[in-house]
Nanobody
Framework: QVQLVESGGGLVQAGGSLRLSCAAS????????MGWFRQAPEKEREFVAV????????DYADFVKGRFTISRDNAESTVYLQMNSLKPEDTAVYYC????????????????WGQGTQVTVSS
């Protein structure tokens, strides 16, 4: 079992930055690939970024490439999402997810989810 708690969301103006954190507790964090997803009102939950369980690989959705950076600190059992140059269309609830030894952009690859943190970008 892995429990995930996101934090760091809030209200920011367009062009601003936020850093989301996801703290994990439970079984060995280093075994889990960590992903970030987001869900805007009346839209499907979509992939944002993923970092390999080893920390050696990352992947991003095209709409965040060059603006968002995913990282992890296995000693602290935490994954981060640094979001720069935010746009109003980035407004969504952001979720972190954990999947054991996977490498996936699909929600089905992840067995554990946090409760989400709201990010609102004003124009």
């Amino acid at each position: 079992q892995v429990q995930l708690v996101e934090s760091g969301g809030g209200l920011v103006q367009a062009g601003g930055s936020l850093r989301l954190s996801c703290a994990a507790s439970g079984r060995a964090f280093s075994r889990y690939t960590m992903g970030w997803f987001r869900q805007a009102p009346e839209k499907e939950r979509e992939f944002v970024a993923v970092i390999h369980w080893s920390g050696t690989g990352t992947d991003y959705a095209d709409f965040v490439k060059g603006r968002f950076t995913i990282s992890r600190d296995n000693a602290e059992s935490t994954v981060y999402l640094q979001m720069n140059s935010l746009k109003p269309e980035d407004t969504a609830v952001y979720y972190c997810a954990a999947g054991a030894f996977v490498w996936s952009r699909f929600k089905s690859g992840y067995g554990y989810w946090g409760q989400g943190t709201q990010v609102t970008v004003s124009s």
